[in-house]
């Protein structure tokens, strides 16, 4: 593409990219933006090396494209929702302007960012929505690609959840870690006293042993034994959870162990954990279907051209454009954003309007920050200011956003 | 764990792990082996730096285990199912042998990067067998993480995708790249005449046009006045693509560009193929569905002991363990596995027996490769021995494996 519009002249063109969801996975009633952070160190870092100009070069690019991309440096400006903040289907998440030769090259970039983590942020909003309030522990390393596992334990962490048991998000972006341990730890040793004891020894009785590798309640009296009554906790991680966890909190406090919390792991999803609501459940490990999306693993977020200058003309009007293609529409204009609320100040509409502000009588919150201007980011903002904006922006949502049924999207979207 | 295990004195305990799947996927009849070729490069880079040895401090992590992971070196053997091979349930797909110490520690990269490869080569294996012998490409990366998208690109080239979009991919791995314009850059141009136009001008009438912006049979129509008839393809993106394949072959011969090929994409998956066997299409470009596992997006493989020694002796022979867990049921031991055939050369079983080595009389072909020895790498293969393996692999499967309908595993597993 940049090899066409070079030779056409439109290369250097002014153009508005915007990224948005064309629908929420199904049923669900809002998503969450995350990568943001991610992206703005990504685009400082997006250049073309050496051994990437040898590959164009090789795939045939021509020599004026090639050397277009060898001082590549992105020059424009970013518009976008702050990282956390909930959305809807044509929510305008990201507004890029510059030229298209510049803007173009972002598109995978942008999107395979935004889609992951946003993905896995949404999913985590629902999880920690789910869980009475008790924490949850990301745990999902394991089932995702060993890089998306980082930028995931980032995303559960914006979307509340309290720590991740991936040390290289806590050393990168400083995400609270914990951890337990696993079965071959228990099998390592002789016996599961011998491994309580271990364990215990190495790191002190508030420590978390995993009691299900052989017999349950035989594992929580050896727990207690080797632990003393000030065992921090213990971990379940197959069975029957709900019924296995009133056994043991029982069980525990028999024994005086009655600081000893619960904690529970085993695939658990959204329903899972509010499914054991009522359970003296203190806190849940989440892996697969936090890193998966639970079921939605991208959030199908597109990058589409919305507007572009007609000529090289500084001066040039941004012009709408938009494809007509069947059942994916999509709307042209550079876009503002704001959420409206009721009296009660329950959000309720989505108002996204022509223009690059709103327009000065807009009662709503304006939603697009300025990340990038000229280049330069300027949007950087610490990691705990996404994760409290997500905690503000979602108890703004009418109540019924935080259920798990199928539903509508929790806010109308009014173009004006 | 280690800390644990340092402090008991049964972290140099001599141990066997074991990667393997409890189940497939929902009705799924096979998966594929992929990442193997990138996890032993990644074992190789494997290391603790000055930063991640500082963290594991600021941790709370004692002296002994930093110091113990600040010299981290695997110095134990592995063996693996070949890369692109297929399995089933409780096929043990990777045997790693060496000190608890070393072991333990490779869990999450093993399984991260098997887990995620294996996803999307299973599913790309299920799109090749559907696509009927014609070539699709990869087109996935705005829909997965920015590094687990190269990751995608070739695991989908291990089973059989032709070509990727993804340059980086092609640039790391040397997987074939090929591509097409997208929506923007028709819209960035005055009107479709001068956007074909421009992309002939620059990339020749071989080149791959996108017909759908406005109005697909004036596309189609537009495409051969810029290009000609030797207009290497036309893109159709969306609206109903069976239907639409046939009028555009019909308007394509009419035109005379009787060899124009064209080149089908939007969210398609196995099905989405299977259901166009008919149709006049010549290609196929898959993104979404096949970077997410088409419905399962990680393989679902676990790390488990198998087997330890009971003291440090380096003749203490490796005695089998395993978790009694409810519904999560291991095998201990280190086992070996083999796939036996009936009289017409299918593939029937996967005879999965114990002890590091098939007895001398067992009939089946060995699964198992040598990977590391003492540490050191020794099954590195090219790429293309691994998309080789699995069309053999495949093509030795029964028949009804390449079914897309749900049912049960294509190989009994049988343990002996």
């Keep these: 593409m940049l090899q066409g519009a070079l030779r056409s002249g439109t290369a250097h063109r002014r153009c508005v990219f915007e990224v948005f969801a064309r629908r929420l996975p199904e049923g669900r009633r809002y998503g969450v933006v995350a990568g943001t952070g991610r992206l703005l160190d990504a685009l400082e870092a997006f250049r073309f090396g050496p051994a990437e100009l040898e590959l164009l070069e090789r795939a045939g690019l021509d020599r004026a494209t090639v050397e277009a991309v060898s001082g590549y440096r992105f020059t424009g400006d970013i518009w976008g929702y702050g990282e956390g903040e909930t959305y809807v289907p044509g929510s305008p998440l990201l507004v890029v302007e510059g030229t298209f030769a510049e803007a173009v090259l972002l598109e995978t970039l942008i999107l395979s960012i935004l889609n992951f983590d946003s993905a896995v942020a949404s999913a985590a909003s629902r999880m920690t929505c789910a869980s009475s309030g008790r924490p949850c522990i990301e745990m999902g390393s394991r089932r995702a690609h060993e890089q998306a596992a980082v930028a995931a334990a980032r995303a559960a962490y914006i979307s509340g959840f309290a720590t991740t048991s991936n040390l290289e998000a806590s050393r990168r972006y400083g995400v609270p870690s914990a951890g337990t341990s696993a079965h071959a730890f228990t099998l390592l040793h002789d016996d599961e006293e011998s491994a309580f004891r271990a364990q215990v020894a190495a790191l002190g009785p508030g420590t978390t042993l995993l009691v299900d590798t052989y017999d349950v309640m035989r594992g929580v009296r050896r727990a207690v034994a080797a632990a003393g009554t000030s065992l921090g906790a213990v971990r379940l991680d197959s069975g029957d959870l709900i019924t296995?966890?009133?056994?043991?909190?029982?069980?525990?406090?028999?024994?005086?162990a009655t600081e000893t919390k619960i904690l529970v792991t085993s695939d658990l999803d959204e329903y899972a954990l509010a499914a054991m609501a009522a359970a003296p459940v203190d806190g849940y490990g989440v892996g697969t279907s936090l890193v998966t999306g639970s079921g939605a693993p991208t959030a199908g977020l597109v990058y589409k051209l919305t507007a572009r200058a007609r000529s090289l003309d500084p001066g040039a009007p941004l012009e709408p454009v938009a494809k007509a293609s069947a059942g994916k529409p999509s709307r042209g204009g550079r876009k503002w954003a704001a959420r409206r609320y009721d009296e009660q100040g329950v959000a309720r509409q989505e108002v996204i309007g022509l223009g690059s502000q709103p327009p000065a009588d807009e009662p709503g919150r304006p939603l697009l920050r300025h990340l990038v201007r000229q280049g330069e980011v300027i949007g950087r903002e610490?990691?705990?200011?996404?994760?409290?904006?997500?905690?503000?922006?979602?108890?703004?949502?009418?109540?019924?956003?935080?259920?798990?049924?199928?539903?509508?999207?929790?806010?109308?979207?009014?173009?004006?």
């Design 244 to 256: 296995q966890a009133k056994e043991v909190r029982e069980l525990l406090d028999s024994l005086g």
């Design 382 to 416: 610490p990691l705990d200011a996404a994760r409290s904006r997500h905690g503000e922006s979602l108890g703004e949502l009418p109540p019924h956003a935080r259920q798990l049924s199928k539903g509508e999207a929790a806010l109308e979207t009014v173009y004006v």
